[in-house]
Structure formats: C-alpha cells, structure tokens
C-alpha cells in the first residue's frame, strides 16, 4: 500500500550541537562547550538510531544529513559509525547521498579526507561573506582566503560541494552583492544557498536592533533588487532556483532538502532534532530535547530522547505539504493536495492570485512566480484561508 510519505521520500538528519563560537544572527540550537567526549555522543547517537528504526521498518533512505551546530568538528570516526548504523538498520543504496554541513577554518578543512573516508560525499560549506570585514561582523572565525581555500580542499576530497551566503548585510550595496556573487560563481560552484539576513529574537543581532544599535541594514527596496539581482545572476549562470533560497545546476539539488519540501519522511536525532514519520499509516511529528547535557543524559539513561509530540491531521498535512512544495519551482501536486485535505484548493483564490502574477497553473501543479515567491506567506495566506 502506497502511502503519502512515498512522495517525497525518506531521510535521516543528525543534529550535532555543538560549536566554537556563537554567531550573533543565528537562533539555531547550537551551543558553546569547552571539552565533549565524542565517544559517548557516538554512542547515544547510534542509541537513538536504534530506536528510531523500530518506528520507520524496511525503509529506503534517500540521504543522510549532518547538520547543527557545526558538524565538521565531529570525530570523522563518529561520522563513519553513524553512515554504517544507518545502513545496518535500513536499506541504502550506492548513490545515496551523504551531506555534512562544514565551516571552512582550516582546522576543519584539515578533516575533509577523512570524512571522505567515514563516508560523506557532499559538503555544505557556510562561509556566509566573502569579504573579511563583514565575516568579522557575523562573527565567523575564518577568512575570505580561508575560505575560498578551504573550498579547493573540498573539491579536492568531495563530488559535490555547496556553499551558503547570506546577502542584505549591514552597509552592502546592490553592486557589492551582484560582485560578491559573481565571484562565487566563478568558483565553479554547482549549488549555492543564498539567505537573505533576516534578525531573530534571541540572538544578539536581535538584541542590537531592539535597541536601535545595528545599523546599515538595507531598506525593503534594497532587499528586493537584491533578491531578483540573486535570481538573475544565478539563472545566467545556469544555476537555477529549484526553491526560494537554493540554486543549483540540474542533478545537483541537494536531495535531502528535497525530501523536506516534497514533504516526505525524515528522521531527527540529536538535541532538539524534528522530524516526520508515518508510523502505521499516520503521519506523526517527532522531537527530541533541545538542551545537549538533557539530550545525554535522557539517552543514557532511558534509551532514547526521541518523541512523538503529535499526530498529524490530514488537513494539517494538506496545509504543511503547500507550505513546502510551493517554495519548489516544481510546485504543488494539486491532486496530492486534494486527497491529503479531502478537498481542492480554492478555484476562485487561485485565479485571484493568478491575475496578479503570483501563481501560475500548469497541468495539475500550482507554481509560485518569481513574484510571488518574493511574498510567499502571504501567497500561501491567501490560499488557506
């Protein structure tokens, strides 16, 4: 019996918490700690694979992502036992693809050969600016040089590198971003994510502006043109936006973020992981405890930290699965919407958004334009109330 997840198919995600220093606009879980045995992490983290299997049986996986946090600074000995628990637990074929995300010090570039080793076929590199005094803003700790070899060393050592920018930074022109980008494309790059800044609360950038201290952030006109100047650069380059913040050259999608956006099935293990599974044929929302020091100690001593927080209605899943597929350039598979909610999407709202250059129908998909991906919750807004 087919089920929805099928779709989109199956990955695992492995959150590592873990990094040298926070940077002021991130507000993901990720966490400064001066000495970590990474012997007993191995250990809970396989603990937890386990149990995850028990609820996903006789799966295919598609991909396996180590994200965090910064992943790079795992023991590429733990990164090879996790790679190995997967494949004793579920099947997984040759051209899996196998994604940690890195930052590019030369301490971590240093360990590239050897995550070659454990397994790892594709980096995901956050370099973030390619200029050192906006990097010291963002509170990296390497440099353009750095990075930019950094990277050579990636391709040296992987098939598949992608590189992460974030455009609309304090005292950035349009004409810095379009020569910013133009240079990172010369690094024969396949895939790029490009994300705009935006402040978050709890994060010391949101501290700074609450206080009206981050200055030079650009106007919502400046973000815009630096949004299309994004789209227009990247498509010259034949690197086109298959969703709103990721381009890449055709076959090189990343295939995990695929599965979250076609609203697949995906294990989360480790501190404060997320994740999607349909276990006997409901899809259900899974979460784990965010703090590293409960995440251990809940492991070690009950076997698992990983829980089921809810289960999903079909109409809950009709609204996530829009959510996600339309910020693909493929869009929304009307027919899976209907037999998800039980009913169509409005005609009438669709035309109304179809007048305004905001979406566009073709065939049985629904496709956010280059407009409306610009306005995109209030597309979706629009369409779900």
């Known amino acids: 019996m087919t089920e929805d997840w099928q779709n989109g198919g199956f990955g695992i995600y492995v959150h590592w918490p873990f990094c040298q220093s926070k940077c002021p606009y991130c507000d993901f879980n990720s966490h400064v700690r001066q000495n970590i045995d990474h012997s007993v992490w191995k250990?809970?983290?396989?603990?937890?694979?386990?149990?995850?299997?028990?609820?996903?049986?006789?799966?295919?996986?598609?991909?396996?992502?180590?994200?965090?946090?910064?992943?790079s600074?795992?023991?590429?000995?733990?990164?090879?036992?996790?790679i190995d628990e997967v494949a004793k637990l579920w099947h997984i074929g040759n051209d899996v693809e196998v994604t940690l995300?890195?930052?590019?010090?030369?301490?971590?570039?240093?360990?590239?050969?050897?995550?070659?080793?454990a397994g790892i076929n594709r980096v995901s590199m956050g370099a973030q600016a390619l200029n050192d005094r906006d990097l010291q803003r963002l509170g990296r700790l390497h440099t353009a040089a750095e990075a930019i070899q950094a990277?050579?060393?990636?391709?040296?050592?992987?098939?598949?590198?992608?590189?992460?920018?974030?455009?609309?930074?304090?005292?950035?022109?349009?004409?810095?971003?379009?020569?910013?980008l133009t240079?990172?494309?010369?690094?024969?790059?396949?895939?790029?994510?490009?994300?705009?800044?935006?402040?978050?609360?709890?994060?010391r950038f949101g501290e700074l502006y609450d206080r009206g201290k981050l200055l030079g952030l650009p106007d919502d006109g400046l973000a815009a043109d630096?949004?299309?100047?994004?789209q227009d650069i990247c498509a010259t380059a034949g690197l086109n936006a298959y969703e709103v913040s990721n381009?890449?050259?055709?076959?090189?999608?990343?295939?995990?973020?695929?599965?979250?956006?076609?609203?697949?099935?995906?294990?989360?293990?480790?501190?404060?992981?997320?994740?999607?599974?349909?276990?006997?044929?409901?899809?259900?929302?899974?979460?784990?405890?965010?703090?590293?020091?409960d995440w251990l100690n809940t492991v070690q001593n009950k076997g698992s930290s990983f829980v089921i927080t809810d289960k999903i209605s079909k109409t809950d899943q009709a609204e996530e699965y829009l959510m996600m597929s339309l910020r693909l350039s493929e869009g929304t598979d009307l027919a899976r919407f209907k037999t998800?909610?039980?009913?169509?999407?409005?005609?009438?709202?669709?035309?109304?958004?179809?007048?305004?250059?905001?979406?566009?129908?073709?065939?049985?998909?629904?496709?956010?334009?280059?407009?409306?991906?610009m306005i995109l919750n209030s597309v979706l807004k629009e369409l779900l109330t």
């Open 43 to 71: 250990d809970a983290l396989l603990s937890e694979l386990r149990h995850a299997a028990l609820l996903t049986p006789d799966r295919s996986v598609q991909s396996i992502f180590f994200g965090g946090g910064t992943p």
């Open 73 to 82: 600074l795992m023991a590429p000995e733990t990164v090879g036992a996790i």
């Open 101 to 117: 995300e890195a930052n590019p010090t030369s301490i971590e570039a240093g360990k590239f050969a050897a995550f070659n080793t």
């Open 151 to 180: 990277f050579d060393i990636a391709k040296e050592n992987f098939k598949r590198v992608s590189f992460d920018l974030i455009y609309a930074r304090q005292d950035q022109s349009l004409s810095d971003w379009q020569a910013e």
């Open 183 to 203: 240079k990172a494309l010369g690094l024969a790059i396949d895939h790029l994510s490009l994300y705009q800044l935006t402040i978050e609360n709890g994060t």
């Open 226 to 230: 630096m949004y299309q100047a994004t």
């Open 247 to 293: 381009h890449a050259k055709a076959g090189s999608e990343s295939r995990h973020n695929l599965i979250y956006w076609r609203y697949g099935d995906y294990v989360g293990i480790g501190p404060g992981a997320h994740g999607r599974i349909t276990h006997d044929g409901i899809k259900q929302a899974t979460e784990a405890l965010r703090s590293p020091e």
């Open 340 to 373: 998800l909610s039980g009913c169509a999407l409005d005609t009438n709202k669709i035309d109304d958004l179809t007048s305004l250059n905001l979406v566009q129908k073709t065939d049985d998909r629904l496709i956010a334009t280059s407009k409306g991906r």
